[in-house]
């Protein structure tokens, strides 16, 4: 009787509660989840998600977004009157930091196209990364990742980085570091990249600065402040710069094992290694970028992109097996507890902004770096290394990078090739897919009887004196030929002079050529070997072909399959270029066959 009594009571209390007023419930309560694309706000709770903080793996499923930063996370969905981005329980990631880059162009769009946030620029122009400082601390809509960078770097005269056509300034003596590295933070540098071969270096590809020209610069970045960074490609130069006190090495190398020596002193002082692996794959195997982007290549990949994969270094021929011993070196560096920092060296050969950092991280885990470690390595490593403040973590007051993803990045890297959502500052980023490359068809493009008219694009002198270089050109139109006079001279790394043709009217789109075969062309001159270069878009390394000219017409066709490495469905400009010494030749009926 008396559970009777009790079960009797309870049910008229349950009706007495139900017959009270109901309080209203909040919008926040009540209000439907949204999709990423539909929220206008960079305020916003995100959740249900599965949370890697850069760091670790967490607990908490909610994260709590205000006015573009990370305001607080949460196990529990919170009582908040923000908007709700439903997160679907997918795994939610910081953005990625690239480590290594040299911006140029539209470089930082490109990077952030594939959840690349921030970018380290380990020598660029100094003009450009101090008109992008103030957005790092911005919290406003915008395309474009973050850039940090080296601005200028330490090299010696005719050193590393003075091959590029641009007048930079070189050091000779140790006297001269400390006024050298003010001279490069006025510029705004935001740390110092040193360029270093040692003398005991199998190879020195370009001149050095040497060690105490080395130790002298190092001190003075520490004396002032900052961090010095070292660019190494071998044993030797790696020891000696690391002995000299150096934050890190930009590169790891091929030339030999990694010694216990310098193990054991990165780790025990805790300095950190930029591997670059993917740009030393491009040097040795070259197959990667096929497997993983070329066969299948995601929609934000742009035809300038697709070209900068395919490119490959000109150098001497180095046997395939010494990728094996710089992966067995990144794999003892990992395991010796250094802190490994994933960077593209993008756009050289073999990369592209953005999509090489996943390529990297790629790379780095089948070398045998732990998956942890690797996801540690384009997020917290760059920011603990080189104290970034804003990006690197989703934590409480850092910056609202977010990538997010439909798979578990700890089963498939890969799946950071398509991610379901980015955010820049709290804003949803929608990558723009590229522009289409413009179809040219077969036929004439310029008979130059109406001055310099073309059927596509255009016509214009061109020489390596835009480089610095010492050659000059000139063109004009005479009796319904086009004249070309100039003079090719040595001074700049790649002499040229001639006419270049730039096939559509975006050189960054380029052409489409994969209906051509050939292309066919009228030519008489100076008697000597002549050049003809192809671009690819978004690539300022051709590929060319050899042809010898006289004194009388003839009629010259180049085969697109001569042009091995051109990437024929984005063809940008061709040049042709005068041998060495004065020249002058008359061009005439150029046609696409």
Do not use: C
Request: no cysteine; glycine share 8%; net charge negative.
């Amino acid at each position: 009787m008396k559970s009777l009594a009790f079960t009797i009571l309870a049910a008229l209390l349950v009706m007495f509660f139900l017959l009270l007023p109901q309080p209203e419930v909040s919008p926040a309560n009540t209000r439907t989840a949204a999709t990423a694309a539909e929220l206008t706000e960079n305020s916003f709770i995100l959740g249900p998600v599965r949370l890697f903080d850069g760091e670790r793996w967490r607990d908490e499923r909610f994260v709590e977004i205000r006015d573009g930063r990370v305001q607080q996370l949460y196990l529990d969905k919170p009582d908040s009157a923000l908007p709700l981005i439903a997160g679907n329980n997918q795994w939610l990631l910081p953005g990625l930091i690239d480590s290594h880059v040299h911006v140029w162009g539209d470089a930082l769009e490109q990077a952030l196209n594939f959840g690349v946030t921030t970018v380290l620029d380990m020598f660029g122009d100094q003009q450009f990364l101090a008109a992008h400082k103030a957005s790092r601390s911005s919290t406003a809509q915008t395309n474009q990742a973050d850039i940090y960078g080296a601005g200028t770097l330490v090299t010696a005269p005719k050193g590393h980085g003075t091959q590029y056509g641009r007048a930079i300034p070189v050091i000779e003596r140790p006297e001269q570091a400390t006024e050298f590295v003010a001279a490069r933070l006025a510029e705004g540098s935001d740390f110092i990249k040193i360029v270093y071969t040692s003398a005991k270096a199998l190879r020195r590809f370009r001149p050095s600065i040497d060690l105490a020209t080395l130790q002298a610069v190092i001190e003075a970045a520490k004396e002032q402040g900052v961090l010095a960074v070292v660019h190494i490609a071998d044993l030797p130069s790696a020891e000696e710069a690391l002995a000299a006190g150096a934050d890190g090495l930009v590169h790891s190398f091929f030339s030999e094992p990694v010694s216990d020596q310098l193990l054991k002193l990165m780790a025990n002082e805790q300095r950190f290694i930029i591997p670059t692996m993917i740009v030393m794959e491009g040097m040795l195997t070259g197959s990667i970028n096929e497997e993983l982007l070329l066969n299948a290549p995601p929609a934000a990949l742009t035809s300038a992109a697709i070209s900068s994969l395919n490119e490959r270094f000109n150098h001497s021929p180095i046997p395939s097996d010494r990728y094996q011993l710089l992966a067995n070196n990144t794999r003892q560096m990992a395991d010796a507890g250094i802190l490994l920092l994933a960077g593209s060296d993008a756009p050289n050969p073999n990369t592209a902004h953005g999509v090489s950092l996943i390529v990297e991280m790629v790379l780095l885990q089948r070398a045998g770096v732990p998956v942890l470690q690797v996801l540690q390595s384009a997020t917290s490593a760059p920011a603990q290394a080189f104290g970034l403040k804003e990006a690197g973590y989703l934590r409480p007051g850092y910056k609202a990078d977010m990538v997010l993803l439909g798979n578990d990045p700890m089963a498939d890297l890969t799946t950071l090739l398509a991610p379901a959502a980015i955010w820049k500052n709290g804003w949803h980023h929608r990558p723009s897919l590229p522009a289409k490359s413009t179809g040219l068809s077969r036929g004439l493009i310029a008979d130059f009887s109406a001055d310099l008219v073309a059927r596509s694009g255009g016509f214009a002198a061109s020489s390596d004196s835009m480089m610095q270089g010492e050659s000059s050109a000139a063109i004009r139109v005479q009796q319904g030929v086009l004249l070309v006079e100039g003079v090719t001279r040595p001074g700049f790394a790649y002499p040229w002079a001639g006419v270049a043709w730039q096939t559509g009217s975006s050189i960054e789109s380029g052409s489409d050529f994969s209906d051509i075969a050939s292309i066919q062309f009228k030519i008489r001159g100076t008697a000597g070997e002549y050049r003809l270069d192809a671009f690819s878009a978004g690539s300022f390394m051709p590929v060319s072909h050899r042809f010898t000219v006289s004194a009388d017409w003839q009629t010259i066709e180049v085969p697109l399959s001569a042009f091995n490495g051109l990437n024929t469905e984005a063809v940008s400009m061709l040049l042709w270029n005068g041998p060495q010494g004065e020249f002058s030749f008359e061009l005439d009926d150029i046609t696409l066959e």
